[in-house]
């Protein structure tokens, strides 16, 4: 998967815009950053609960891994763009945002 790969399941999603924080590309509902890119946008995060990112960890280990201390304990995942596909990353994705939106476009975006 290329960043752009992913940039274009994140946009697909309900509501959803792209705007830049710390200089690298973020996605965001309801103003909300649920998902973003590394700044080389080698790399992707999700914003999982913990148990999200523990399934998603056991699943598929070579695909994402938690981010170090607080943050990451937290459900800040990462994702190796270049091990995932769109079949692996579109169910965390869609979680991460149903995590993050307002309630009242939670059913815009029905769980996989």
Known sequence: MTADDF???ALGLPETTE???Q???DFRVGDKVFAS???REEWG???LTPSQQASAIEVHPRVFEPFNGAWGARGATKIALEAATESIIRPPLAAAWRN???KQLLP???EE
Do not use: I
Request: proline share 19%; with cysteine; charged share 20%.
């Open 108 to 110: 815009l975006c029905p």
């Open 100 to 102: 993050t939106a307002p």
């Open 23 to 25: 200089g690298h590309p």
């Open 7 to 9: 940039r274009r399941l």
């Open 19 to 21: 705007a830049e924080h």
């Open 37 to 39: 890119l590394g700044p």
């Open 45 to 47: 995060m999700l914003r």
